[in-house]
């Protein structure tokens, strides 16, 4: 084992100080869920239990990120076709490209494979250029996943999965069983999920209001999966696998802290059930090419929307750090006030400031005692409020291909960024919800942040039960 058996300890116990965290946040403190926070915390942890040491799950989860990357690289083809096919220097292959190296020739990697150069260029961690593979190889294969999610859902493969672990969520936490579906739905779509429980919404609880809304938060689409695996893939082989793992376990983690903060306090409509999917019979079904086309139109309107999202927000921290940096100048003032204004701004920007705010939390998932390590993660993790986790994401896959962080805290980490727990999205899951219901549009806006702070502490959670199940084997990375 590479790190001390107290840090798996200290994830364990991070698991009932985020519980206590989320109590002090709720609503109604004497109305404790234990049936959800027992087998809620029990699930996940049988969960990773399997994921991590049991060999036949484990081999599963491996063979499944084998089928998945395979996946990934079949999506290029269409990336390939369009964006050019690598045989000119102006005219770079997508699948290779990594972007222009100091002689202004373009370096390149093979899918799958560690990073190369084309002669007379070395690539190193310093000219690795993520926004080229972001652009040109990672956004594309928004565009196809989603495509390939419409398919499948046309073709009822996914429903029943769906089913599946809505009625496993039901019968072991007793939570209604419309939260029960949204939220397993959760685990491949994302604001799409409440679709599933329309008919439900205007007569549902406030405490399954947030449910839903806290699992949008708290999970992953698998629409997105490429994009995230596509910047850790070379360092992180299995990633994949690990964050479709990481969407599985986040869902009964977002019950446990959203019944925490927002209790049950009445009955639900579909306690005791699971609800079906009811189809219009007057309504003809698209065919398997409209559904893919509109798939695929949805992915495209996805991949701009986060291309926006990224380089607006980005932008907006630039602005305030380069605000920040000008009142750090003024420590070469005569005056002794400007001095010490300038003196405290040397150290202050958005991702410190996030940082610190995060660190205690960061700490309860045991990624590491090494302050310098333990910051890092702080100030990753930090980031995905304001900017969402594609930056941190990428940060990430340049220091573990840096060599500058521990295997443990690049899985723990990992683990702790699959979710939407940020502020960009707060409009998108809070609006689309409410626009599904408009007559419940108060209590939705009321609980919106309520949820995003459940969801914050869920993705903690994962966190923890990834701490807890490493044990330094390096197959877990695929190294």
């Not at 969801?455 to 039960?465: D, E, H, N, P, S």
Request: with cysteine; glycine share 8%; charged share 10%.
């Amino acid at each position: 084992m590479s790190h001390p058996l107290y840090l798996n300890l200290i994830s364990f116990c991070g698991i009932f100080a985020l519980c206590f965290i989320a109590w002090l946040s709720s609503e109604h403190r004497r109305l404790i869920p234990w049936k959800v926070i027992i087998f809620g915390i029990g699930l996940q942890l049988v969960m990773g239990l399997l994921i991590f040491l049991f060999a036949p799950t484990r081999q599963f989860i491996l063979g499944l990120n084998d089928a998945l990357n395979a996946i990934l690289d079949a999506s290029e083809a269409g990336a390939r076709f369009m964006l050019g096919g690598g045989n000119s220097a102006f005219v770079p292959d997508p699948e290779l490209m990594v972007g222009p190296g100091p002689a202004g020739r373009w370096i390149y990697r093979a899918v799958g494979t560690p990073y190369v150069s084309v002669p007379g260029d070395r690539l190193t961690p310093d000219n690795l250029n993520f926004g080229f593979i972001f652009a040109f190889r990672s956004l594309p294969q928004v565009v196809f996943f989603s495509a390939l999610i419409a398919l499948l859902y046309r073709l009822g493969v996914i429903q029943p999965v769906v089913q599946v672990f809505a009625r496993l969520f039901r019968a072991t936490m007793s939570i209604s069983g419309a939260e029960s579906l949204s939220g397993a739905a959760n685990i491949f779509v994302g604001i799409e999920s409440a679709i599933a429980v329309k008919p439900f919404l205007a007569d549902m609880t406030r405490s399954e209001l947030c449910a839903i809304l806290t699992c949008c938060f708290g999970s992953i689409a698998s629409t997105v999966l490429a994009l995230y695996t596509s910047f850790l893939r070379p360092t992180f082989p299995t990633i994949t696998g690990h964050l479709m793992s990481a969407s599985v376990l986040t869902i009964p983690a977002c019950f446990v802290m959203a019944k925490l903060i927002v209790p049950e306090t009445d009955v639900p409509k579909t306690l005791g059930k699971v609800p079906t999917e009811e189809e219009d019979p007057n309504q003809k079904k698209p065919s398997l090419i409209d559904s893919l086309i509109v798939g695929a139109s949805d992915g495209v309107r996805m991949a701009v929307g986060i291309a926006a999202v990224v380089i607006a927000i980005l932008g907006l921290v630039a602005l305030v750090n380069t605000f920040f940096a000008y009142l750090a100048n003024l420590t070469a003032s005569d005056n002794p006030l400007l001095q010490l204004i300038g003196n405290i701004f040397s150290v202050i920007t958005l991702d410190n400031i996030f940082g610190v705010l995060f660190l205690p939390l960061t700490f309860l998932t045991g990624i590491s005692l090494n302050w310098q390590e333990l910051w890092q993660a702080s100030v990753l993790i930090g980031q995905r409020l304001l900017q969402t986790e594609i930056p941190s994401y990428l940060k990430l896959a340049q220091l573990s291909a840096q060599g500058l962080i521990s295997d443990r805290a690049i899985l723990i980490i990992s683990y702790v960024l699959c979710g939407f727990a940020h502020i960009a999205s707060f409009g998108i899951f809070v609006g689309g919800l409410a626009s599904l219901v408009p007559e419940r549009r108060a209590d939705i806006s009321a609980i919106g942040w309520k949820a995003l702070w459940a969801a914050t502490l869920a993705t903690y959670m994962t966190g923890c039960i990834a701490g807890v199940f490493d044990f330094g084997n390096p197959a877990i990375l695929g190294k």
